[in-house]
């Protein structure tokens, strides 16, 4: 399977099962496209007589293409299918679950949901307010201990575990996080283990003792901004109905210098309002931060923020123009990073965990404040989805099993999408919430995943094509 398109003035060539990436020239192009559409099975003899006369029509009034260059580019493309570059088959199938079923039983990543409350009162919240439509509560240290040696009982030969504060809103229960952190590195060197940490936050609490910390111990820091004012002041409000952003976005610029280059990510939601999101982007990049994430909001589809179809037309001219600002800007010297375009075309995920899909239940499970364990925080509001517990372990084993069994090839509607490699069959929440089903499909999601791949990997070409220049004018100089 191949997957064409035109983005930026690049003709980009994605051979779907080996990952290759070609940027060809418009004949190349149509080349390539003729012999899809023949059937790149049929022998090379047949396959030049299908398609001369249509190109030599196309290129009619084009003096320097005739008989025998689209012969000469018919070779090439033929060479790249021989070489397994061009209309390869992985043949990957029999192989999804496997990874899996190999890992049976390791887990590697906890999210601890140190407290189930907030201090904001945001109107999108998936969370319901940080409650998850239950009671509020903080998870106590004792809970939160066992949870840590839950993780490093059950991680095998797992060296790197990693370990999310999550909310509602985590500083709420500051202390409690700081104590885990503290017992995990005392027993990690013991256990040859090592925690990583990752912490998200509205940024109401963020104080210089916090930022001291999480700057030391945290892996990663994940902070809550919208962008624009109004935007953010829309639905990130607390229980009086006022906006956070003038309190916050002080907090996140203090946080942010004092951080150096460790790891974090501004982290926003468009809705309804403002599937313009790019110029939410431009506001952060005037803020003074670097490393940024947009997502879609995830909500009912009759709710008022939910994205409408002409909302999703909006945002994907929103990715195609954000791809162009973030070359323009690596070529000033002035770059950004966004969450979704961060792929390795060369050195990516293997194969089995890009067809395992979503490591949610398995190998990740989310913690309650009680202890509770669930496939990932988007399940945490569905007592059906409970898998167990940090005591017993995991209890019901047919729901693990569901999810050990959901994979890219478990979904009859990702056979022939050429993405299928790169979502690995998208989030099992969001399936679910759209489709009934964590083998279901999110079409909405879907639409937006691949134009995000179209533009990231349109990215990694102008990258590479860059270099190359460069390289050329250094020889030549």
Not at 73 to 78: A, F, G, P, T, Y
Not at 174 to 194: F, H, P, Q
Not at 204 to 228: C, H, I
Not at 364 to 388: E, I, N, R
Request: charged fraction near 25%; proline fraction near 4%; charge should be negative.
């Amino acid at each position: 399977m191949i997957h064409q398109y035109k983005l930026n003035g690049y003709n980009i060539v994605l051979d779907v099962d080996s990952g290759a990436v070609h940027a060809v020239d418009d004949l190349a192009y149509d080349v390539i496209e003729l012999v899809n559409e023949c059937g790149p099975e049929l022998s090379p003899g047949d396959l030049a007589e299908k398609i001369t006369g249509p190109v030599l029509k196309k290129y009619a009034e084009d003096p320097d293409v005739d008989a025998a260059m689209i012969s000469e580019v018919l070779d090439e493309v033929l060479e790249l299918k021989a070489a397994g570059k061009l209309f390869s088959d992985g043949g990957y199938a029999p192989l999804a679950g496997s990874l899996k079923e190999r890992s049976k039983g390791i887990v590697k990543a906890l999210c601890l949901h140190v407290a189930h409350s907030c201090n904001l009162n945001c109107s999108y919240c998936f969370a319901s307010q940080g409650n998850f439509k239950g009671e509020r509560a903080l998870m106590s240290f004792e809970v939160g201990k066992r949870a840590l040696d839950f993780l490093v009982e059950n991680s095998g030969t797992r060296h790197n575990l990693e370990v999310d504060f999550f909310g509602g809103e985590p500083l709420l229960n500051w202390d409690v996080c700081k104590r885990l952190v503290a017992y995990a590195r005392s027993i990690e060197k013991e256990a040859g283990k090592n925690f990583r940490f990752t912490l998200t936050t509205n940024g109401v609490l963020l104080d210089d003792e916090v930022t001291e910390f999480a700057n030391k111990e945290m892996n990663n820091v994940v902070l809550s901004l919208d962008g624009r004012k109004e935007v953010h002041d829309r639905y990130r409000v607390d229980y009086a109905g006022n906006g956070s952003w003038e309190r916050i976005v002080p907090r996140f610029q203090r946080f942010v210098e004092k951080r150096g280059n460790k790891s974090y990510y501004m982290r926003g939601t468009f809705t309804h309002q403002n599937p313009d999101f790019l110029k939410d982007i431009e506001e952060m990049l005037r803020l003074g931060f670097t490393e940024l994430s947009m997502e879609p909001v995830v909500c009912a589809p009759d709710d008022p923020c939910a994205l409408t179809d002409s909302d999703v037309e909006i945002v994907k001219d929103q990715y195609e123009k954000l791809a162009e600002l973030m070359l323009k800007r690596e070529r000033d010297g002035s770059s950004f990073t966004f969450y979704h375009y961060m792929i390795d075309l060369t050195g990516g995920p293997c194969i089995f965990k890009r067809i395992s899909g979503c490591g949610s239940g398995t190998e990740y499970m989310a913690v309650t404040p009680w202890g509770d364990l669930y496939p990932c925080h988007q399940f945490v509001s569905d007592p059906s989805y409970k898998l167990g517990d940090i005591w017993k372990g995991v209890t019901n084993e047919g729901l693990q099993e569901q999810f050990r069994n959901c994979n890219v090839y478990a979904k009859p509607e990702c056979a022939d999408c050429w993405a299928k490699l790169y979502c690995s069959g998208g989030c099992a929440a969001n399936c679910l919430h759209a489709s009934g089903s964590i083998t279901g499909v999110y079409p909405q999601g879907c639409e937006l995943f691949k134009k995000r791949m179209e533009c990231a990997i349109m990215l990694n070409v102008a990258r590479q094509e860059d270099k190359q220049k460069a390289a050329d004018q250094a020889e030549v100089r």
